[in-house]
């Protein structure tokens, strides 16, 4: 049987057969990819604990007919952290479910990895601060539910959803800070006088909208995704912004996600 290797993030586990594991996994050489476990529930498997949810491993793989079969794993990370503290895993789990129903198998993006790997190394380290008490709660909520948004717009943008956001998705002019509405039919910023062809958008503020903005990879940004990256997670230590307008922000966004899966993310209800 011929094999082969990878790394991955373990992004869904369901159970397959009498002790086996069905996995879904966000690989870095592959893209999505299922594959199966076999005996991995079993208290004696060889790979029980080594293909848990969240994990980053190292794999490796064996061709099958259905679905290609785990041989190995070696664990590289297991964000122990998060998975003490429930509200910040709750965050991981919306993280895993949104990279699985806004990616296709087989569709190879090493950005979107870096993405999904970035986002619990984060969780991870708000967890670990809030741990030694080296962070106040407030301020972890705050950066929590900013680096959830964050997510939101990225995977919006890597799966070619970015919401309009500098000018009127109708007229094309510029927006300007008088009242503005998002459509999520039409995928972004109406203003004023385009509101009518859309009574089903709604009224966001000014600061909703630089938010958004914020996250949003620029034109130049495109060239480096990874450097990008890192620099729009080191600016949330610096966002001067009420809690709830992030949260209302957070809110938005699944909800332009969800319009454009046409199905519901489950996970969001835990978290707002
Ligand atoms: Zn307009």
């Known amino acids: 049987m011929s094999t082969y290797k990878t790394q991955g993030i373990i992004i869904k586990r369901s159970h397959f057969g009498e002790a086996n594991l069905l996995l879904d996994i966000y690989t870095k050489e592959y893209g999505k990819i299922q594959a199966t476990a076999r005996s991995a529930r079993k208290a004696r498997g060889k790979l029980k604990g080594h293909l848990e949810i969240f994990l980053l491993a190292d794999l490796i793989l064996a061709h099958g007919r259905n679905f290609d079969i785990i041989t190995n794993s070696t664990v590289k990370e297991n964000f122990l952290n998060f998975r003490n503290n429930l509200k910040i895993s709750l965050g991981a789990y919306y993280a895993l479910e949104l990279t699985n129903k806004m990616t296709i198998q087989h569709h190879k993006d090493e950005r979107v990895f870096e993405l999904l790997w970035e986002e619990l190394h984060f969780l991870d380290y708000l967890a670990e601060k809030v741990d030694i008490g080296r962070c106040g709660i407030a301020e972890v909520i705050k950066k929590y539910y900013l680096s959830l948004l964050l997510f939101q717009i990225n995977i919006l943008y890597l ?8 000018k009127c998705v109708l007229c094309s002019e510029k927006i300007s800070s008088e009242r503005n509405y ?25 600061n909703a909208i630089k938010l958004v903005r914020l996250f949003s990879m620029k034109k130049a940004d495109k060239q480096n995704y990874k450097v990008s990256l890192d620099e729009n ?15 209302k922000t957070v809110v938005i966004m699944n909800k332009f996600v969800e319009y454009n899966l046409d199905r519901k993310i489950e996970g969001f209800r835990f978290l707002i």
Do not use: H, T, Y
Not at 191 to 200: F, P, Q, T
Not at 233 to 247: N, P
């Open 159 to 166: 799966s070619g959803f970015s919401p309009e956001m500098n």
């Open 182 to 206: 998002f459509s999520f039919n039409l995928g972004g910023i109406l203003d004023k006088k385009c509101k009518s062809k859309d009574v089903s958008a709604i009224e966001v503020s000014d």
């Open 233 to 247: 997670f080191e600016k949330l230590g610096r966002i001067k912004i009420d809690d709830k307008l992030i949260q």
